[in-house]
């Protein structure tokens, strides 16, 4: 499957559709992420097709083909994460922990990912193209299966999670100029669990407060912010897992 002609680095992307995964969460997850892109293809088409022919359409090499364009289609957002999945028995979510020195979300937990460049041309590419820098990830060995609604972050940017698959024999290098470490999340266990609250320091309009919100401790490492809520969705998507992604003051701490 061949992705926009501007971008020829990424000419090997392909699509994983529900019905190819033997796993069955990420059976389940792809099938949710995709189902809708489907079905509004299939009723766009309608009107102009018999039902046999449009549910014809719908076939693995069309399928895809509808699943790229409708990610190519939709719009650029400030910035783009991969939300990388081991294809196996027992699936891994690829995260990083960014290096101190850098002068945005410094030493915190995030997926792969960065800011829109012009010659990327649509969210799918970005997302692609920093993961690779930032952990050497081949975009040849990646299956795109669908995307999340997208977040904003802190600073304000519109930030886009496109979801997908990769190998599980990857070998993963760090950019150590951005990210200080490569870990993974165990998918199943993520699937079911608890999240716990986490205070940190926040400066607010020239004051230092402190804000609880929740988190997953995720191989030592603390996972909230930007990067909580992206899991969050991802669990209230795939598995109808809903939680309380909030900010609140600490009540027990007075601001300075």
């Known amino acids: 499957m061949t992705i926009a002609p501007h971008s020829p680095r ?23 992420l995709q189902a ?39 719009p650029i957002a400030d910035a783009s994460i991969l939300v990388a999945i081991t294809e196996e028995a027992k699936p891994r979510l690829l995260l990083t922990r960014r290096a101190t020195h850098l002068n945005s979300h410094a030493g915190e937990v995030s997926c792969a990912g960065g800011k829109f460049e012009i010659g990327d041309g649509n969210n799918v590419v970005t997302a692609l193209r920093e993961a690779c820098e930032e952990t050497a990830l081949p975009p040849s060995r990646v299956k795109i299966i669908g995307q999340l609604p997208p977040q904003l972050s802190k600073s304000g940017l519109s930030v886009r999670p496109i979801v997908a698959l990769i190998d599980p024999d990857l070998v993963l ?10 870990f993974w ?38 996972v909230w912010g930007l990067t909580g809520r992206v899991i969050a969705s991802l669990l209230e998507v795939g598995f109808d897992r809903k939680l309380d992604w909030y900010y609140r003051l600490d009540p027990k701490i007075p601001n300075h």
Do not use: W
């Open 10 to 32: 990424f000419d090997q992307l392909s699509v994983a559709l529900a019905s190819r995964i033997d796993q069955p969460l990420l059976g389940q997850l792809t099938q949710k």
């Open 36 to 74: 809708p892109i489907l079905q509004e293809f299939c009723q766009n088409m309608q009107p102009r097709l018999e039902k046999k022919q449009a549910i014809a359409l719908n076939g693995d090499i069309s399928a895809a083909a509808q699943i790229l364009a409708h990610l190519y289609q939709t």
């Open 173 to 182: 290098v760090p950019e150590l100029g951005e990210i200080a470490r490569i």
């Open 185 to 222: 999340a165990d998918f199943t266990a993520l699937i079911h669990q608890p999240v716990e609250e986490y205070r940190i320091r926040y400066p607010i309009q020239g004051a230092t407060t402190t804000l609880v919100t929740p988190s997953f401790v995720i191989d030592g490492e603390t």
